[in-house]
């Protein structure tokens, strides 16, 4: 008699032997009330998602990475006053600051620069968000 | 001196697993198998289909998230990665699966560490065993009233497996070859919350 299960529970020994039941009967067996053609679509279909979907997840994580890297190279590296004053003036919409840019102090300009940029990333964020 | 052959990775590298389930997704037969065992381990997940079962499976396997180790069958392993959603799912309804997907947690260095031979089962903790009854339950509401049927899923349940049923109810081998072929035409029917 063969009993390779020993003295595990019922539902384990069940299932492992299911599994050995399934492993062994023939194809035309397994396939019993089963429609040959549209499993194996079904198959494609799941695997393609799942794919699909930890590529997703995959792609999340990795810009999240690139942010996180970012940010930190933005606090490693301070930009130069005339670096931060360039950029200012350059953001469009950053009128009213870009107005009286000249006459804020080099210090209010870092200030303002790092407001701009974690506005920035506050908005790449969302924008993210939204894709998805 | 003749060098020793490298030994092969323990686990599938990435490119093995995409090989393996590319052969199993083209393969109707082994479909049909993994599909009913999704059935059976579904049964009674609140709002998971075996569709969605396997999924969420290949998923975790796909991503890397569980190990396939070598030699493993495609069935064992599937068979490991669903029981183990359907517990998350079972213990927590509101189970991501994109936050395993992210980083490593402590269930999966148990399940990775788990004995080949069971493939990637929870059985080891016994509250894990106790919801995994159901599974059992299942397939025997499924065939009640089905006396040959009954008779070969109590076999499966007491260990025994294929001529070991057989002498063991006193069938020949055309009667357990029947009597294989309708429970594999019971687990095609078996419902799921989503099917």
């Not at chain 2, 357990?176 to 429970?183: C, E, G, Q, T, V």
Request: glycine letters at 8%; proline letters at 5%; hydrophobic letters at 40%.
């Amino acid at each position: 008699m063969s009993n390779p299960n020993g003295d595990k529970p019922g539902n384990e020994k069940f299932l492992n032997g299911l599994v050995e039941e399934l492993q062994t009967m023939s194809d035309t067996d397994a396939l019993e009330g089963e429609n040959a053609e549209a499993l194996v679509k079904l198959g494609e279909r799941l695997l393609k998602s799942a794919r699909e979907e930890v590529g997703k997840v995959r792609m999340a994580e990795a810009k999240r990475k690139l942010s996180v890297v970012s940010a930190l190279q933005s606090a490693d590296n301070p930009p130069t006053v005339a670096e931060a004053r360039n950029y200012l003036a350059s953001r469009a919409n950053l009128t009213l600051a870009a107005r009286g840019l000249n006459e804020l102090s080099d210090e209010d300009v870092l200030d303002l620069f790092s407001q701009a940029k974690s506005l920035e990333r506050a908005a790449d964020g969302d924008a993210e968000d939204g894709d998805g | 001196m003749v060098m020793p052959e490298p030994e092969p990775p323990k686990h599938l590298q990435r490119a093995e697993v995409d090989a393996a389930l590319n052969s199993l997704v083209r393969d109707s037969g082994a479909m049909a198998r993994v599909l009913k065992l999704a059935r059976v381990i579904a049964h009674g997940l609140p709002a998971m289909g075996a569709e969605d079962l396997l999924q969420q499976a290949m998923m975790l396997v796909v991503a890397g998230r569980r190990k396939w180790p070598r030699g493993l069958s495609t069935l064992l392993m599937l068979k490991g990665v669903m029981r183990s959603v359907a517990y998350r799912t079972r213990r927590k309804p509101n189970y991501v699966l994109a936050e395993d997907l992210g980083s490593p947690s402590e269930d999966d260095s148990e399940i990775e560490s788990s004995p080949i031979a069971e493939g990637v089962c929870p059985e080891a903790d016994p509250a894990r065993a106790v919801q995994g009854e159901s599974e059992l339950l299942a397939v025997q509401k499924a065939v009640n009233g089905e006396e040959t049927l009954e008779l070969l899923v109590e076999a499966l349940a007491e260990g025994l497996t294929g001529k070991g049923i057989a002498q063991e109810l006193g069938w020949d081998q055309k009667q357990y070859d029947a009597a294989r072929k309708r429970l594999s035409r019971r687990l095609a029917e078996l419902k799921t919350d989503r099917s």
